[in-house]
């Protein structure tokens, strides 16, 4: 979504990764706001979901401390 009248776009972002434990799946939108002449940008504002990062951090960490530990044996 663009709004020019103000010199903003928002985002809506995806991303996906596989990981050693569960396969990361993640929600972003990011607001850019740009100079008043459009050249640049003066301020980036990124919404993550908090939540779902939360549950998946928690998983990461799950599935490296059992890869360590079948390591070490």
């Not at 809506?12 to 990981?19: E, G, L, M, P, Y």
């Not at 002449?37 to 059992?66: C, G, N, P, V, Y």
């Not at 890869?67 to 044996?73: K, N, P, V, W, Y």
Request: net charge negative; charged share 25%; aromatic share 6%.
């Amino acid at each position: 979504m663009t709004h020019t009248g103000r010199n903003v776009v928002v985002l809506n972002v995806q991303s996906r990764a596989t990981t050693i434990g569960p396969r990361y799946d993640m929600e972003y939108v990011f607001i850019l706001h740009a100079t008043p002449d459009a050249k640049s940008l003066h301020r980036i504002e990124e919404f993550i979901d908090s939540a779902t990062a939360k549950t998946q951090w928690a998983q990461l960490q799950e599935a490296i401390a059992m890869r360590e530990e079948a390591r070490d044996g």
